[in-house]
T-cell receptor, first 110, second 113 residues
Framework: DAKTTQPNSMESNEEEPVHLPCNHSTISGTDYIHWYRQLPSQGPEYVIHGLTSNVNNRMASLAIAEDRKSSTLILHRATLRDAAVYYCILRFTPDDKIIFGKGTRLHILP | AAGVIQSPRHLIKEKRETATLKCYPIPRHDTVYWYQQGPGQDPQFLISFYEKMQSDKGSIPDRFSAQQFSDYHSELNMSSLELGDSALYFC????????????FGPGTRLTVL
């Protein structure tokens, strides 16, 4: 299975943009790139996903490198509520199970 | 909007006892996934069901079994409980045709004494 690599932790100031990187150098041509996050004491929550093109939704933006070997989740204006563990996940098909890796623990400083 | 419901939210059992966790997916969702998250660990996929049939299997112990019923709710049955089974158990649901998004429930915290 293709693997992802993320920083263990990151810090950002409140109300500033946050760029969360993810490397997936062994990604296959059909792997979808998904991002989920897990807030403290809650179940994981879908953030965004994409295949080749950059994607935007109300929560975040996903920038995918042209060679698809890396991607970046962008939170445009971080709030304290965005403090969570962010998981970058590859899924072979849209309905595939989620294999969680280590994720990035994001700390937001007031 | 309706979310995934899990019951009970907390459960305390003794070693070697059995436990049943229930999951009620979002209305019209036909696929259910179960995940286990040990203390300080990341969620691990256990098993999934689509239209009442097992669709995928992960690291689910033989002591555990699960099924999805005609109303699409699912139950995870755990027998001969061990201390290491203490964890958060999450259920997620999705609609197959829009299956790119899994919606997770709040989890059931199982403590085995």
């Amino acid at each position: 299975d293709a693997k992802t690599t993320q920083p263990n932790s990151m810090e950002s100031n409140e109300e500033e943009p946050v760029h969360l990187p993810c490397n997936h150098s062994t990604i296959s041509g059909t792997d979808y790139i998904h991002w989920y996050r897990q807030l403290p004491s809650q179940g994981p929550e879908y953030v965004i996903h994409g295949l080749t093109s950059n994607v935007n939704n109300r929560m975040a933006s996903l920038a995918i490198a042209e060679d698809r070997k890396s991607s970046t989740l962008i939170l445009h204006r971080a709030t304290l509520r965005d403090a969570a563990v962010y998981y970058c996940i590859l899924r072979f098909t849209p309905d595939d199970k989620i294999i969680f890796g280590k994720g990035t623990r994001l700390h937001i400083l007031p | 909007a309706a979310g995934v419901i899990q019951s009970p939210r907390h459960l305390i059992k003794e070693k070697r006892e059995t436990a049943t966790l229930k999951c009620y997916p979002i209305p019209r969702h036909d696929t259910v996934y179960w995940y286990q998250q040990g203390p300080g660990q990341d969620p691990q996929f256990l098993i999934s069901f689509y239209e009442k049939m097992q669709s995928d299997k992960g690291s689910i112990p033989d002591r555990f079994s699960a099924q999805q019923f005609s109303d699409y709710h699912s139950e995870l049955n755990m027998s001969s409980l061990e201390l290491g089974d203490s964890a958060l158990y999450f259920c997620a649901s999705s609609l197959r045709s829009w299956a790119d998004t899994q919606y997770f429930g709040p989890g059931t915290r199982l403590t085995v004494l």
